[in-house]
């Protein structure tokens, strides 16, 4: 396994691969999971090389506090890694590599992709992410980047990008991974309490079921009852619930034949935020 923190060592690592041979990419902020590793082992599999890339991205916190508990865990994630692989190239650079000394996120117009859910409550979320996986791809020039649907507007938005800038990638979803009870894998399960780790499981399950009334009933009494369900919940609060076009992410009033519809939600146990999402057709 390749361990490199400078750029220019990623390149010229890179410099010999053949026009025939593909580069594949999974950029991440470390504290990797099982998650993580579904999307590094699909990339091994379509491609002769794979750079996972790991970098705690300072741009798209809009949270100070959030930066600073984010899980740093390099050691234990290259150990993760070699398990899976030992041709797995680890591209893992300071802040001060990728920004110099100026750290601070471009602006883009995603077409309103970046002013919904997660941007609505994240203000310049995405500019950071667009930020930084715009400088990932042109830095590893990868064939595929593969990404996860847990952060399926972010997934979008990563499709946008590409289109806009035209960098020639094929970006690729893959499925959300769950831990055995439904919870969506994320780093940041690993700063919940053991009773609300197991609290927590009630947003899945609150989903699925949300995707069954919503083959008989409106996405607003879908919405009224999963409001509901979380205000007699004493553990979960619900920052929010929504269904959207699964295209365009705008919420539907009402439902039409031949369109694909996704539900998604946010949700706080004490201060630790986690989002979740299911396809609803």
């Known amino acids: 396994m390749h361990i490199f923190h400078k750029i220019v060592e990623l390149k010229n690592h890179f ?17 990797l999971h099982s998650g993580h590793i579904s999307l590094v082992k699909k990339a091994l ?19 100070a506090e959030d930066l600073e508990k984010y899980p740093q865990t390099l050691q ?3 150990s993760l890694l070699k398990e899976a692989s030992d041709k797995i190239v680890v591209f ?7 920004y110099n ?3 601070k996120s ?36 990868p064939d595929n980047a593969y990404f996860g649907e847990k952060d399926y507007q972010q997934l979008q938005i990563i499709k946008k990008l590409v289109d806009i800038k035209k960098i020639p990638v094929n970006i690729i979803g893959c499925p959300i991974v769950r831990e055995k009870s439904g919870l969506a894998m994320s780093s940041r399960n690993e700063r919940l309490s053991t009773e609300l780790r197991n609290e927590a499981a009630f947003i899945y399950k ?21 409001t509901a369900q979380f ?37 706080y146990a004490n201060n630790i935020r986690l989002i979740d999402n299911i396809a609803l057709n």
């Open 206 to 226: 609150t989903l699925k079921e949300a995707k069954i009334k919503f083959g008989t009933k409106s996405a607003l009494q879908v919405s009224k009852w999963v």
């Open 231 to 267: 205000d007699k919940n004493k553990l979960l609060d619900l920052e929010y619930f929504t269904i959207t076009n699964a295209d365009n992410l705008q919420t539907i009033k009402r439902k039409s034949k031949n369109k694909k519809y996704r539900a998604f939600i946010a949700v």
């Open 15 to 31: 410099s010999t691969v053949s026009k025939e041979e593909t580069v594949g990419m999974v950029p991440t902020m470390g504290a």
């Open 76 to 78: 234990e994630d290259i």
């Open 45 to 63: 599999k379509e491609n002769n090389y794979v750079i996972v890339s790991i970098f705690v991205n300072p741009t798209q916190f809009n949270n």
């Open 92 to 98: 893992a650079p300071s802040a001060q590599e990728i």
């Open 106 to 141: 471009d602006s883009y117009n995603f077409g309103g992709l970046e002013k919904v859910m997660e941007g609505e409550f994240r203000d310049g979320h995405f500019d950071g992410v667009g930020t930084i996986v715009e400088k990932l791809l042109t830095i590893g020039k």
């Open 101 to 103: 000394s100026n750290i």
